[in-house]
């Protein structure tokens, strides 16, 4: 029982669900934010009113997914001074300025832009109200790369100094620290990563109407945008990932070596990639796999006769710099995350590229399993950022800021496990009943698809206020 109240399991846990829950509005936001913006863009060139419905139509997403990301972030600032009040001490000299950043610059230049746009339609003229809703985009992508550089310090320190003293990082150079290798790698491939989810929710909705046989004018030209998109954004979500790979093998070898499960250093073919593996935890047996030669020393060294570092050698070499421990990541959380990760976003790219072929030259399937196949390969996207993060982050364990602060001596000394419980149990029943209601508020939205064109224009072909709009 006391186990189950131990204040760092349940910290962890509340942290862990938590900002889950509130990264799943995060890519949404960012990427349909994006497509808000060309697809007001296109209408603004062309003059062709789908392009204004369909602005419309996801721009009204976009504001519920916001809203609620809003709520959903503040509980994360909150956590840092309630459950880790260690860390937060540790590290509040660095965080604090790309944070001030992105709450000061980013956040600001979001939420005002985003009310000049909303209430703007019939006040400001087109280019500049066009303007507005670029420059939302813009926030919202800047805010996630003050986030990001914030978290690239907890993988790879830079740009500080230890007072020892104080028991404090100290912040020296905040270019250091913005221009992380981590974060400047790890910044496209999350972006991209946020388009492949947009585009994921722009095929679900646009297969629902379509498979109704509704709204096909709208709705053909928003399919094969989102499919595009999917397979674009795929692309360049890989190119960057194996970017962010090199940086992550430079900086944190043990999360590559826990990735693969690869006790042993291996070079050559034996440093080979596995598509799927049975064997013991400790990787002294291995029953059954599927592997890739030459492929782990190809990601981890663009090289095929690369030497890949093992978990057993990493392991004797931080005991010696760090002292004894344990520095080896939970093994079966980060290999199946990181397979995860790679399968769900190529599988949903593959159906984006399916689509996009029995779609060809304007044909539209019959079949209503193509169309309910199209709807419900929503989540894979999603689902492949999330564990994504979850590999990132249970990869860098032992450690709360890599090589600094272990996860243990970061949680605040003072609070029981009894009171993070009841706050968890609060926490999830409250995330559970907004989950409820974002999900409704979004599916009514998409279900009711794109207002009536004569709905935005009067009788001089001018448009209408917004507010009679949203």
């Known amino acids: 029982m006391n186990e189950w109240l131990d204040p760092l399991l ?18 949404i936001t960012i990427g349909v934010v994006t497509v808000v913006a060309i697809f007001q863009t296109a209408w603004y060139r062309t003059g062709k009113v789908h392009y204004l419905q369909l602005t419309h139509f996801f721009g009204k997403i976009f504001l519920i997914n916001f809203a609620m990301g809003v709520v959903t972030g503040i509980v994360q600032e909150f956590q840092f001074g309630m459950n880790w009040s260690n860390y937060s001490r540790f590290v509040g000299d660095v965080f604090g300025a790309p944070l001030a950043l992105e709450g000061l610059l980013a956040f600001f230049l979001e939420a005002t832009f985003i009310g000049l746009w909303i209430f703007g339609w019939d006040k400001l003229p087109r280019g500049l109200h066009l303007a507005t809703i670029w420059l939302t985009a813009a926030g919202s992508i800047l805010s996630a790369y003050f986030i990001i550089a ?22 020296t150079d905040i270019w250091a620290v913005l221009t992380n290798k981590v974060a400047l790698a790890a910044f496209p491939h999350t972006i991209f990563a946020c388009f492949m989810v947009s585009a994921g929710l722009i095929i679900s909705v646009a297969a629902w109407h379509l498979a109704r046989k509704q709204n096909i004018e709208t709705m053909r030209p ?3 945008f989102g499919l595009w998109t999917m397979v674009g954004a795929g692309a360049l979500t890989v190119l960057s990932g194996d970017q962010l790979g090199l940086a992550m093998v430079q900086t944190q070898p043990m999360k590559m070596a826990a990735a693969e499960a690869l006790y042993k250093t291996s070079t050559g073919a034996d440093a080979s990639f596995s598509i799927f593996t049975l064997g013991t935890p400790d990787g002294v047996h291995e029953l ?16 095929l006769d690369g030497t890949v570092e093992g978990i057993n050698d990493l392991q004797a070499h931080y005991v010696q710099i760090y002292g004894p421990g344990d520095y080896t990541p939970i093994i079966w959380v ?3 995350a990181f397979r ?22 304007g044909r539209m399937p019959q079949r209503v399993w193509v169309w309910k196949v199209a709807i419900w390969a929503f989540p894979l ?19 709360i800021v890599f090589s600094l602060m272990k996860t243990a001596d970061g949680v605040s000394p003072n609070v029981t496990g009894l009171t993070v419980l009841i706050s ?19 599916k009514r939205a998409a279900q009711k698809g794109p207002a009536p064109v004569e709905d935005h224009l009067d009788e001089e072909g001018k448009h209408v206020p917004v507010a009679t709009v949203y």
């Open 288 to 303: 059954f796999s599927i592997r890739i030669p030459y492929l782990l020393s190809f990601l981890s060294t663009h090289t």
């Open 10 to 27: 349940l910290s962890r846990w509340q942290f862990g669900l938590t900002t889950i829950y509130h990264f799943l509005f995060v890519p």
């Open 340 to 361: 995860w990760m790679i399968g769900l976003g190529a599988l949903h790219v593959l159906i984006a590229v399916v689509g996009l072929w029995i779609t060809r030259k």
């Open 334 to 336: 980060t290999y199946w």
């Open 381 to 399: 996207s999603l689902l492949a950022m999330t564990v994504g993060w979850i590999f990132t982050e249970m990869g860098r364990q032992p450690w």
């Open 424 to 442: 968890l149990v609060a926490f999830t029943a409250i995330y559970g009943v907004l989950a409820v209601v974002e999900f409704l508020l979004i």
């Open 222 to 224: 928003a399919l094969k």
């Open 150 to 171: 914030a978290n690239a310090f907890m993988q790879n320190p830079v740009g500080y100094t230890l007072n020892e003293g104080r028991g404090r990082a100290e912040l």
